[in-house]
């Protein structure tokens, strides 16, 4: 009996298995990504195409039943940017939870407020770029 390659398609989990594609999500987060926030949508212009710094990001990305906005799997970092919807108390208590989900996998998650990335982009773009290799520190 012949071992399959670890990246060989035999040799990975089923999609259901892994924690970044469950099947569930996958309409959801195809349909995030249709529709990005006008904050998204500006951010996604610098972060799209490995611009910032050579990194490849992903939009709506999936990890658990978790979406992230933003994230780079060479450096294990998600961003995420947060609205009127993340000022109160249930959404401060379900952001926290995600964040030690992610954390628990291994993912940096960091946050801007929307306004942030209309008024201050170049703030936030260094912001990311300052946690690149953040596991090292």
């Not at 569930?24 to 799209?48: G, N, S, V």
């Not at 961003?79 to 009127?84: S, Y």
């Amino acid at each position: 009996m012949s071992k399959a390659k670890p990246n060989h398609p035999l040799a990975r989990p089923h999609r259901s298995q892994r924690p970044n594609t469950r099947p569930y999500l996958q309409t959801f987060r195809t349909e995030l990504r249709k529709t990005l926030t006008p904050a998204e949508a500006t951010l996604w212009k610098y972060l799209q195409r490995s611009q910032l710094e050579g990194r490849k990001f992903r939009r709506q990305h999936s990890v658990g039943d978790y979406i992230l906005d933003f994230y780079c799997p060479s450096e294990r970092l998600g961003v995420e940017l947060d609205g009127q919807v993340h000022r109160n108390e249930r959404a401060e208590l379900y952001d926290y939870e995600r964040e030690l989900f992610l954390n628990d996998y291994g993912i940096k998650v960091v946050r801007f407020e929307n306004l942030v990335v209309f008024c201050h982009t170049e703030y936030v773009l260094l912001e990311i770029k300052g946690w690149f290799d953040w596991w090292n520190r």
